[in-house]
């Protein structure tokens, strides 16, 4: 899943401003003391659980996106999670994403997971999960069928991996877990979009979204993410502003 360091289609992960930023509150915290990380992220999963309907939404929002796409995920790249150690949302998504990789029958060990803010506990917390934690940026390029969970990231971000997987093999070999890529183009002008994000704006119409409903126990932690995919046709065109990349998209089922 990390690229070659020097590979043209590699992205170098940066720093990065996060879109809803989750402020700390002051004031004395409830709870013992001695609650570890695993004990609040049970806590949650139990939340989450609770609402059988939206548990079981997303297991089939899921299976519809993997069947659209014609995939199946070997691996998952995490990235922008936040720290679940400090963020009640943060664990949610964590709590989340378990749940799609038992459902994807994928191992905790083809979890990888960045971001610069993670805590030493949150470090404990993963190796404890037996989830892999990248101690440092990297170069990300999708190399086999992979689960993308990029959950409130950054819009410099998400333009910085789609150009460094712009190629068809790449695309569609991922299922983005991610905020909704329509919003950035609906919400933005387009000499924006070209100026900021052209691999994004060029990819959008070749897009298949399928929402992710609001948690009730958790109503900022999924708000705006989708789950999507790159539709599979005989032949499409990437539209990038100031270049035509044609790309083949293979028809056949991975």
């Not at 989750?22 to 949650?44: I, M, Q």
């Not at 069928?145 to 991996?161: A, F, Q, R």
Request: net charge neutral; proline share 7%; charged share 20%.
């Amino acid at each position: 899943m990390q690229g070659p360091p020097n590979s043209p289609n590699s992205f170098i992960y940066d720093s990065f401003t996060r879109v809803n930023p989750r402020k700390k509150r002051k004031g004395k915290r409830k709870g013992n003391a001695n609650t570890t990380p695993t004990d609040l992220l049970t806590r949650v999963k139990e939340e989450l659980e609770a609402d059988a309907s939206w548990s079981t939404g997303c297991i089939d929002l899921l299976e519809k996106a993997l069947s659209g796409a014609r995939l199946k995920p070997r691996k998952v790249l995490c990235l922008g999670l936040g720290s679940p150690s400090l963020s009640r949302d943060a664990r949610a998504q964590l709590a989340l994403l378990i749940n799609l990789c038992a459902a994807s029958d994928i191992d905790p060990g083809d979890v990888c997971m960045y971001d610069p803010v993670f805590t030493e506990a949150d470090g404990e917390l993963f190796q404890a999960l037996g989830i892999r934690c990248l101690d440092h940026g990297a170069e990300y390029s999708v190399g086999c069928p992979t689960m993308l969970y990029m959950p409130h990231c950054d819009l410099k971000l998400y333009e910085g991996v789609l150009r460094a997987n712009f190629t068809s093999n790449s695309l569609c070999n991922v299922i983005f877990i991610a905020n909704r890529f329509q919003d950035y183009v609906d919400n933005n002008a387009v000499t924006k979009l070209e100026r900021e994000c052209p691999f994004l704006m060029g990819l959008v119409p070749f897009v298949e979204c399928l929402p992710i409903l609001t948690s009730k126990p958790f109503p900022t932690a999924f708000n705006n993410l989708a789950l999507q995919y790159v539709t599979r046709t005989p032949s499409s065109q990437f539209l990038v502003p100031g270049r035509a990349s044609n790309l083949y998209v293979d028809n056949t089922p991975q």
